[in-house]
């Protein structure tokens, strides 16, 4: 069994788009009540536990309902992934290789780009999410050997 | 009053009880130089430092300046990615500041600038190492106290110091540093062990219920002393005769 324990800062209203997480590919139902309840916080600890995987390499997490009617002037709606730990080791510094990969709508595209914005389809790190898509984070089980390749292999 | 120190973190605690020996194929494609400066070896001893010197230097941080030491900036710097701590019970004086190359490019690595050792510790110092002193790029006396220990990590500098870092204990006590892929580092008290920090993740435990007193520093490349460039040619085929 694998304890995954996600730190985020979560800046939004009651009415507010969703949070989707994923292992391996695999979606993590057990976390949609907690996400479905208005306990809300700007800081949240989202614990899991995965027993089915016997090894864990991939992590996703979808962010997605945000639109026009959610976002006004006086808010926006956004999620800042703090840390993540898995089994009690943080990724810390790590998570500087996560991608972020937007799903802007088509309307928005448009509007950025005659601004003269330049807007890239994958964000690095991804731990800012501030529209619509999905972050992802990639490494080799088990963590903490990866961990200590990764401090290995910096040069 | 006796402050209760945090315990190591998970991956700290990991590092300390794993065993490297299947990750011994890394030193495989090591760059063995002629020079410190130029060798990817993890650790070379240099022996012959006299005993009575070290003493007198261990004994005075002990005594007189125990006082002065100030916790490493590490400790405390909290950022974005890393809100574990990194380091507990670590604490030092700067003998000799190294030179501002990083002030103000990033908060991260901006510390250890300022000399604070009092004028006889810096004495004893430069009579330790008489003719070394303007060799020096930095030099420090680091403290651990009982139950301390500091996260893996390795030390990234503009330069690429290799074996110009050196490690040396003030005193006896039982093996406190660990480095990947080795392990456990055997020293002796009365050497100096130049230390590829940059190249190997290390970290440091002190389960004794002592304080632990070390001498580390760094020798511009180009300044490495002839003693230690000779001693270092004659030891640096015992660097895997270290650990255990």
Known sequence: MHRIDFYLELHWAKQRPALEFAVNGHVLEQNMKILSSDQYEEKAVIKTQISDLESINLINIRF??????????????????????????????MLINSTFQHQMPEHWVAEMLTQGHRIDSVYKPGTSMRLNGCFSWQFNHPFIQHKLLDLWSLD | MVTRLIPPTAFTQQFFDMDFESYQYLLDDLIDGDHPATCDLPVVPIEGFDLDALDRIYQYCRSVCSGDFKTVKSQIMYSDWCFQPRSQGWTEIVIK????????????????????????????CRQF????????FCLKILKMAPDGWVNPHRDIYVDNFRLCNFWMPLHDFPTTLKVFPMGWLAHRLGNMYLFNQRRFPHAVKNSEQEDRIVLIGKFYQDLVPQQIVEQFLINKKKHLQQWQ
Not at chain 2, 105 to 122: I, K, P, Q
Request: no cysteine; hydrophobic share 40%; charged share 30%.
């Open chain 1, 64 to 93: 997605y309902g945000k639109n026009d009617q959610l976002v006004t002037e006086q808010s926006d709606h956004w999620v800042h992934i703090k840390n993540i730990a898995i089994d009690d080791v943080f990724a810390d510094a």
């Open chain 2, 97 to 124: 500041a190294q030179p501002m190359l990083m002030k103000g490019r990033d908060s991260n690595l901006d510390y250890n600038l300022e000399a604070d050792a009092d004028n006889h510790l810096v004495e004893l």
């Open chain 2, 129 to 136: 190492f008489p003719d070394w002193w303007d060799r020096f």
